[in-house]
């Protein structure tokens, strides 16, 4: 369950205006801002291709930084589970922590499954439409069950997990994303290849 709610609602907290913005940062950083949102099934290869293009980015001098569904459950989401309600929560704090990073002008790399149409659409309002790239990283769900490189999959399986995604829970598949990688015809080197040209073609992430 969510934490309990704030003593102070938010109407009387007055944001503290800043001295350096974010276009301050992308002339500093020397490009833009952004998020790339990877969604897909477990184990269909999320991580594994954002820390990829982490590396590639990287080594142009560019920005960024990965947001592991994992990971993130360890920390900001460990008060969480996976019924609807903490899905959405979960999402909603990753939306505000992207909106965070963005603003301070780094290009974030989420790697989360994120099974409902209606939460990647709040991600996407949230850090704004010119701001946001959605990957569908696609795979078959016997292939992702085969991988299953944390034994998740083994886990829900047998009941030890419950509401798993692909297993016990649904997965609705983006209708039109800006880019499908096809992990089981596709290499990670491949992928990360694809996503550097829409990059590049769309000047998403554009020197400043
Ligand atoms: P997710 O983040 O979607 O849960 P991971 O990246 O953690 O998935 O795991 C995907 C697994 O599949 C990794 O062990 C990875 O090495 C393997 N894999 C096999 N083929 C591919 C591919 N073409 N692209 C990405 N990952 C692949």
């Not at 907290?13 to 301050?24: A, C, F, G, K, Q």
């Not at 969604?39 to 269909?44: A, Q």
């Not at 990647?120 to 850090?127: A, L």
């Not at 998740?152 to 209708?175: D, F, L, M, Q, W």
């Amino acid at each position: 369950m969510a934490d309990k709610k704030p003593d102070m609602k938010s109407e009387h907290i007055v944001w503290h205006e800043t001295l350096v913005n974010r276009h301050d940062r992308h002339v500093l950083n020397k490009h833009r801002s952004g998020i790339i949102w990877f969604t897909g099934l477990p184990s269909s290869g999320k991580s594994t291709i954002a820390h990829h293009l982490e590396k590639e980015l990287f080594d142009r001098g560019i920005r960024s930084y990965v947001l592991d569904g994992d990971n993130i459950r360890h920390g900001i989401s460990a008060t969480l589970g996976f019924s609807r309600e903490d899905r959405k929560e979960n999402l909603r704090r990753i939306a505000e922590l992207s909106r965070l990073l963005i603003d301070a002008g780094l290009v974030v790399l989420a790697a989360f499954v994120s099974p409902y149409r209606e939460d990647r659409e709040f991600v996407r309002s949230r850090v704004g439409e010119d701001n946001f790239i959605e990957v569908y990283v696609k795979c078959s769900p016997e292939t992702c069950e085969k991988r299953d490189p944390k034994g998740h999959y083994a886990r829900a399986r047998a009941g030890i997990v419950k509401n798993y995604t692909g297993v016990s829970a649904p997965y609705e598949e983006p209708e039109a994303p800006t880019l499908t990688l096809d992990t089981e015809k596709l290499d990670v080197v491949t992928s990360v290849g694809n996503i550097l040209e829409l990059l590049e073609k769309q000047k998403f992430i554009l020197l400043v």
